[in-house]
C-alpha cells in the first residue's frame, strides 16, 4: 500500500497542426503551434493534465470523474508509468516513481477492454506475471488459489476456460483477480465496467467494492459513471481540461461545489444554473422576471450591483400543479418571491427515492424540478416551482467561484 502524491504534474501531447483537434481531444486546452526538436512540422501543443496537484491517501478508493477528453485516463497512464515525458513529481509514499519503470511499481490495473491474454486460459493470465519473474511453481499456485477464493464462488471454473469463451462479466472477473494475484501497492481501473449491461454493471460494481474494502489497498477508479463514482469512491475529484477543479467526499463536493462547472456536472441530477442574475436591493432578479430573496446570510455576501450565477438543485424546487395558469401568463413572474411558472417537458420517476424530476420551461431558461412521485404530472402541464431559499446557491458571474 502506499500514498500517491502528484505536484505540478503536466503532460502535453502534439497534434499536427492538419489534423482538426475537435476530433482528437473534445477539450480546448491551452496550447499553441510550435516546433520541437525531433519533429518535421509544426505541431499543436494540447495539454492533457496542466499542474495537476493530487494526493491520494494510504489505503482509500479515489474516483476520478469528469467529462470525455478532459484528461482522466491520461492520469491513470502518468500514475502507472505507460506514459511518460511529463513534467512536475510523482510520488508512491516518499519515493519518487520518475525513473521507475511499470514493471517494478507493483501496480494492479484493470481496463475498460479486459486486455487479457487471448491465447491463454484464466488460469495462464494469472500465472503470466510470475512466469516473467521466474517465481516457484508451487508460489504461484498457492497465489493463485488464493485469488480464487477471494473471487468467490464459481470462479474456479474460469481458470480452465480461454477469453473468448466467456462474458464480459466473466472475463472482467479474471482480469480483476489477475490484478489481486500480484499483491500490488496500488490499484488503478480506468471504466473498468464500461462495457458491461446494467445488471452485470451492478454486480461487478459490488464485487470490486468487497474487494477494495477487504484489501485497503490505494486505489484510483476513473469512470464518467457517477452512480459508480459515488459506490467506490472514498472520494472524489473532478476533472476538467486537465485540471483538478475539486476533491472531497461525493456529498460534500455536491453539496458545497466550488464553481458553477462543478455545480452543472456533479449531482444525480446535477443543480440547474440561472445565468446572468442579476443583484438588486432586496434580492436578484434573474431571466424573464424570477424574484429570488436569498437567506439574510446570503445576501451580505452579496453586492449591490453584482453579476451572479444561482445554483438551483432539484429538491430545492418544488413542482405543483398550476390549473389556473394561461398560456398567456407563462413566463411571468408570480406574486411570491422565489416561485417561477413554466410547461412541463419530461417527467423521469425515480421510485427509489419516491420522487419524479420535473424537467420545464419558462421562456428561454429549462430547469429541474422534484415532485412527489404519487402526484398526477403530464408533459405539456402548467407548473409552478417553489425555490426554497435555503436550497439555493450562488457563483459570481466572472469567475464562476461559489459566493460562500
Not at 491513470?76 to 519503470?101: K, T, W
Not at 480483476?176 to 461487478?204: G, H, W
Not at 441530477?269 to 436591493?281: D, I, K, N, T, W
Not at 425515480?350 to 430547469?367: K, T
Request: net charge negative; glycine share 10%; aromatic share 8%.
Amino acid at each position: 500500500m502506499a500514498t500517491i502524491r502528484l505536484s505540478n504534474v503536466t503532460k502535453e501531447f502534439g497534434v499536427p497542426l492538419g489534423l482538426s483537434r475537435g476530433s482528437v481531444i473534445p477539450w480546448m486546452g491551452r496550447a499553441g503551434p510550435q516546433v520541437r526538436e525531433g519533429e518535421d512540422e509544426p505541431a499543436e501543443r494540447v495539454l492533457a493534465l496542466d499542474e495537476v496537484d493530487l494526493t491520494v491517501p494510504d489505503g482509500l478508493t479515489m474516483a476520478v470523474v469528469g467529462p470525455s477528453g478532459c484528461g482522466k485516463s491520461t492520469l491513470l497512464r502518468v500514475i502507472s508509468g505507460l506514459e511518460a515525458d511529463y513534467s512536475g513529481d510523482l510520488f508512491y509514499d516518499d519515493q519518487n516513481m520518475m525513473d521507475v519503470p511499470p514493471r517494478d511499481r507493483y501496480i494492479g490495473m484493470v481496463f475498460q477492454n479486459y486486455a487479457l491474454y487471448p491465447h491463454f486460459e484464466g488460469h495462464g493470465n494469472l500465472s503470466f506475471f510470475f512466469r516473467m519473474r521466474k517465481a516457484p511453481d508451487e508460489e504461484t499456485e498457492e497465489r493463485i488459489r488464493i485469488t480464487s477464493e477471494i473471487m468467490g464462488i464459481g470462479f474456479n471454473s474460469l481458470l480452465q476456460r480461454k477469453p473468448g469463451t466467456l462474458s464480459g462479466g466473466q472475463q472482467q472477473r479474471v482480469a480483476i483477480a489477475r490484478a489481486i494475484v500480484r499483491r500490488p501497492r496500488v490499484f488503478l481501473f480506468d471504466e473498468p465496467l464500461s462495457n458491461l449491461d446494467a445488471k452485470l454493471r451492478s454486480q461487478t460494481r459490488v464485487e470490486i467494492k468487497r474487494l477494495l474494502r477487504r484489501f485497503s489497498i490505494t486505489a484510483l477508479y476513473v469512470t464518467h459513471d457517477q452512480t459508480e463514482a459515488m459506490a467506490l469512491g472514498d472520494l472524489v475529484a473532478v476533472m476538467r481540461a486537465g485540471r483538478i477543479e475539486q476533491v472531497g467526499r461525493f456529498e460534500e463536493v455536491r453539496r458545497q461545489p466550488a464553481n458553477t462547472y462543478v455545480a452543472g456536472f456533479l449531482g444525480i441530477p446535477p443543480m440547474s444554473l440561472l445565468h446572468g442574475a442579476a443583484v438588486e436591493e432586496g434580492g436578484i432578479v434573474a431571466g424573464q422576471g424570477l424574484r429570488i430573496v436569498p437567506q439574510a446570510s446570503q445576501l451580505r455576501e452579496l453586492r449591490s450591483g453584482q453579476r451572479v450565477t444561482v445554483g438551483v438543485p432539484a429538491e430545492a424546487a418544488k413542482v405543483f400543479v398550476d390549473d389556473g395558469l394561461s398560456e398567456s401568463e407563462e413566463g411571468g413572474a408570480p406574486a411570491p418571491a422565489n416561485c417561477w411558472q413554466g410547461t412541463v417537458e419530461s417527467v423521469e420517476p425515480d421510485y427509489g427515492r419516491q420522487v419524479q424530476f420535473i424537467s420545464f420551461r419558462s421562456g428561454e431558461h429549462r430547469l429541474l424540478g422534484q415532485a412527489d412521485v404519487r402526484e398526477p404530472i403530464a408533459v405539456g402541464e402548467k407548473i409552478v416551482a417553489r425555490f426554497e431559499d435555503s436550497g439555493l446557491y450562488f457563483f459570481d458571474d466572472e469567475s464562476g467561484e461559489r459566493i460562500a
